[in-house]
């Protein structure tokens, strides 16, 4: 059984960076799909970027664009998000999911594992 961990939240001023970790409890983690999504208060749950099966793709919402980086780290089972010149309209909640699919999707319905999330808190 795969279960997610989230850490690396906190609170930031505008412009800062942050690196959020998801640690995965499998051996397996390589085979599958990992995304991180983020929930504002009183909005939906929204897509940020995404990692395909062995690193091969990326996708990264238009919002954080050219200033995020998903990876992954083979030597500690985990996928990174890494987000420079972090922006208010950037707090939120951050999960990250797993989807049995080896290609990436933005559909948060087809991720079946999630973590419990990270806060995120950028003020002005």
């Known amino acids: 059984q795969v279960t997610l961990v989230e850490s690396g939240g906190g609170l930031v001023q505008a412009g800062d960076s942050l690196k959020l970790t998801c640690s995965v409890s499998?051996?397996?983690?390589?085979?599958?799909?990992i995304a991180w999504f983020r929930q504002a208060p009183g909005k939906e749950r929204e897509f940020v970027a995404a990692v395909g099966r062995g690193s091969s793709t990326t996708d990264y919402a238009d919002s954080v664009k050219g200033r995020s980086a998903i990876s992954r780290d083979y030597a500690k089972d985990t996928v990174d998000l890494q987000m420079n010149n972090l922006k208010t309209q950037d707090t939120g909640i951050y999960y990250c999911?797993?989807?049995?699919?080896?290609?990436?999707?933005?559909?948060?319905?087809?991720?079946?594992?999630w973590g419990q999330g990270t806060q995120v808190t950028v003020s002005s």
């Open positions: 499998s051996r397996t983690f390589n085979s599958y799909a």
């Open positions: 999911a797993r989807t049995r699919r080896t290609l990436m999707t933005r559909n948060p319905g087809l991720y079946d594992v």
